[in-house]
């Protein structure tokens, strides 16, 4: 039960970081071409000029890095099943948001004349610009690759015990 309970947990992390590093994501984008957009909806609101959105790349960077430091303190914290049912399900939905951004939505032009809005529906958009951006299938990858550590972390501790049993020879 409790192993369903934190698979249950690294779903929704998955859906909500994809969700996240989208709303961030469409922000960046939104500012290389100059516009603003509403926080909601994502319909451009005003024309800025394009600029570096240097304060959403901090936050898109940190957001990352809490991501991953969680992922590596469940395996730590937690037992390894329940690490393990976490871990994996974070990254079966976080991959699977990221096959969904590429095969849901067509990639079409980006100007207005020639076709679709490039910022628009809502929580749509956050997926489809989350689950394109590197750092979701990167952080999936970390998700499986932490589940490698507690075996690292015991063979050394192991190693460790061993070498200080060993007996002493005192030098003449």
């Known amino acids: 039960m409790r192993q369903l309970t934190w698979a249950a947990v690294g779903a929704v992390a998955g859906a909500v970081f994809v969700l996240v590093l989208g709303y961030l994501s469409m922000r960046v984008s939104a500012a290389h071409d100059g516009v603003a957009l509403h926080p909601v909806t994502n319909d451009i609101e005003t024309v800025v000029g394009p600029h ?22 469940s395996v730590v914290r937690l037992t390894p099943g329940s690490a393990a049912a976490a871990n994996i399900a974070f990254a079966v939905v976080t991959f699977a948001l990221v096959i969904t951004a590429y095969t849901a939505w067509e990639f079409g032009p980006a100007v207005r004349e020639l076709g679709d809005v490039p910022y628009s529906g809502g929580v749509l958009g956050w997926l489809k610009y989350g689950g394109r951006d590197s750092l979701a299938a990167t952080t999936a990858l970390v998700a499986v690759a932490t589940l490698a550590l507690p075996p690292i972390f015991a063979r050394r501790a192991r190693q460790e015990m061993a070498h200080s049993a060993a007996p002493r020879t005192r030098a003449h």
């Open 52 to 73: 570096v959105p240097a304060l959403i790349l901090a936050v898109t960077a940190i957001v990352g890095s809490v991501t991953i430091s969680g992922l590596v303190i």
